[in-house]
């Protein structure tokens, strides 16, 4: 997952406290995403950010919020954690040659 | 409803064998179709990606197919190695949208 960096890797939340998780690139790409992975569903869309400035609505948004100040760094943030956010949470970015797609390595969330 | 649905959802295979993995989907308009592997504990890595007018695409002892008649792949991994127990996701993209569907994944575990 090289030029893609999330951080932290893993975090134990109390419910109802807030955290912020980063994903920072150096690949130059525009639209970066964040993902949700639970067992036995597949990878569900938070957010995703087409360019610098700007972000949209995926599947699952309830509880989060986002922010893309600039072009390198896409943050997903947890206002008020609950155990329904337990979760391995992805950032993604979308090269816009070839179909390219990078996955940083995950946040590991447990919320109690 | 745009799905994507693989199958088995696990698979136990001895080193050597040959396995094959299936993935069926209903997204339309089709755009192209993904197959990555994601190790535990790691984020996604992209094996194969084939578009409409591709119908097999290879990456070492990876062999994807795609049928774009009747909307399915298959990943054919060939003389299985430890190193390929992990979990194998099918992801598929539709023309008119952003946004990717994932499969939920088949679990491979390759045994001595």
């Known amino acids: 997952n090289a030029g893609v960096t999330q951080t932290p890797k893993f975090q134990v939340l109390k419910t109802g406290q807030s955290m912020t998780l980063q994903c920072a690139q150096d690949?130059?790409?525009?639209?970066m995403y964040w993902y949700r992975q639970d067992p036995g569903m597949g990878l569900r869309l938070i957010y995703y950010?087409?360019?610098?400035?700007?972000?949209d609505k995926g599947e699952v948004p309830n509880g989060y919020n986002v922010s893309r100040l600039n072009k390198r760094e896409f943050s997903l943030r947890l206002e008020s954690a609950a155990p329904s956010q337990t979760s391995v949470y992805f950032c993604?970015?979308?090269?816009?040659?070839?179909?390219?797609?990078?996955f940083g390595s995950g946040t590991r969330l447990t919320v109690v | 409803k745009n799905q994507v649905e693989q199958s088995p959802q696990s698979l136990i295979i001895l080193e050597g064998k040959n396995c094959t993995l299936q993935?069926?989907?209903?997204?339309?308009?089709?755009?192209?179709l993904r197959w990555y592997k994601q190790d535990t504990g790691r984020g996604p890595v992209s094996l194969t990606i084939?578009?409409?007018?591709?119908n097999t695409k290879s990456n070492g002892r990876y062999t994807a197919t795609l049928d774009a008649d009747t909307k399915q792949s298959s990943l054919h991994i060939t003389a299985s190695q430890l190193s390929d127990s992990a979990s194998y996701i099918c992801?598929?993209?539709?023309?008119?949208?952003?946004?990717?569907?994932f499969g939920t994944g088949t679990r491979l575990q390759v045994f001595p």
């Open positions: 993604l970015l979308e090269s816009s040659a070839d179909y390219g797609y990078t």
């Open positions: 992801v598929v993209s539709a023309s008119n949208t952003d946004k990717l569907i």
């Open positions: 084939m578009t409409f007018s591709e």
């Open positions: 950010s087409a360019s610098e400035g700007t972000t």
């Open positions: 993935c069926n989907y209903t997204v339309s308009p089709f755009s192209n």
């Open positions: 690949m130059n790409h525009n639209s």
